[in-house]
């Protein structure tokens, strides 16, 4: 098992904001499986926290040596709702000396919808321990409004779904209200999947403050991030 990384840019594809970490599980013959499926088959074996944690422990172990970049790690909808989750962040974040402000927990919609007191809950205990919390694959779920109204995340990630679709009339549409809607709450957007300039232009000029894909970078081992940091200048934080 090991972990990529995929850059997130300040709009202006100018800087390098942070990396988000991603599960890469590689088989006997050298294929992988898809981070979806191994989740699904960890969730289903019990074994989602362990893999959780250790995604968590490589990747700030990792980042610890790229100073002033956030780290993104995705956390699933069963961990996530453990009461002992925020504990366990605490620890690996002790154990790897990574500083918890440069800690963004990425969840998915439905991680909070089942019980929205809980979720609230476990983002306030994030913020206490000095970490941020994003909320992944906006769009693609209930897309529930009360959720963004109850809940203080930091940052909406838009779906790449609704990237793909640009310039399209409607999709543009939606991209303009779900941006606007977003900072109107005052938290920060990040459009995903973004692959062309034609997108990159739009989803700026609409208001999006960062951007992630693979006109930028694909995920990179953790070898290549220093030298693709090299080629940016990093913004002040
Ligand atoms: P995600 O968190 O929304 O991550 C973004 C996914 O979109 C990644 O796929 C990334 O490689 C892909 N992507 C980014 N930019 C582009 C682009 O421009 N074009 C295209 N075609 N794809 C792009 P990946 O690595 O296959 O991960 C898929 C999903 O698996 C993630 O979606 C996340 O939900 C889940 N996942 C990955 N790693 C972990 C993990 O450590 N823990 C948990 N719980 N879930 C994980
Ligand atoms: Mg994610
Ligand atoms: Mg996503």
């Known amino acids: 098992m090991a972990v990529a990384f995929q850059p997130q840019l300040t709009a202006d594809g100018q800087s ?7 599960l890469r599980w590689r088989l006997p013959d050298g294929s992988f499986i898809s981070p979806e499926s191994a989740v699904a ?7 989602i926290d362990v893999i959780g944690l250790y995604v968590l422990q490589q990747a ?15 956390i699933s909808p069963t961990h996530f709702a453990k009461p002992g989750f925020v504990d366990d962040v605490a620890r690996v974040l002790d154990a790897t000396w990574f500083p918890a402000n440069r800690l963004e927990i990425e ?4 991680a909070a919808f089942d ?6 809950r476990q983002i306030e205990r994030l913020h206490a321990i000095g970490a941020r919390v994003a909320m992944d694959d906006f769009g693609t779920g209930y897309s529930s409004l009360s959720l963004l ?16 679709g640009i310039p399209a009339t409607r999709s ?11 900072r109107a709450l005052g938290m920060k957007v ?8 034609e997108q990159q232009r739009f989803l700026k000029a609409a208001g999006c403050h960062y951007l992630q894909g693979f006109l930028y970078a694909r995920p990179l081992p953790a070898e290549s991030i220093p030298a693709f940091l090299e080629k940016y200048k990093r913004p002040l934080r």
């Open 16 to 22: 390098v904001a942070s990396v988000e970490a991603l």
């Open 41 to 47: 088959y960890a969730e289903r074996e019990g074994l």
């Open 60 to 74: 700030c172990t990792a980042a610890r040596a790229w100073p002033g970049l956030v780290l993104a790690v995705n």
């Open 107 to 110: 969840i998915v919609e439905s």
């Open 115 to 120: 019980d929205p007191d809980h979720a609230s």
């Open 149 to 164: 109204q109850r809940l203080p995340f930091d940052k909406v990630k838009i779906d790449k779904s609704f990237v793909d």
């Open 172 to 182: 543009v549409a939606i991209l303009h209200a779900m941006i606007a809607l977003v």
């Open 190 to 197: 990040t459009a995903e999947g973004v692959e062309t300039v």
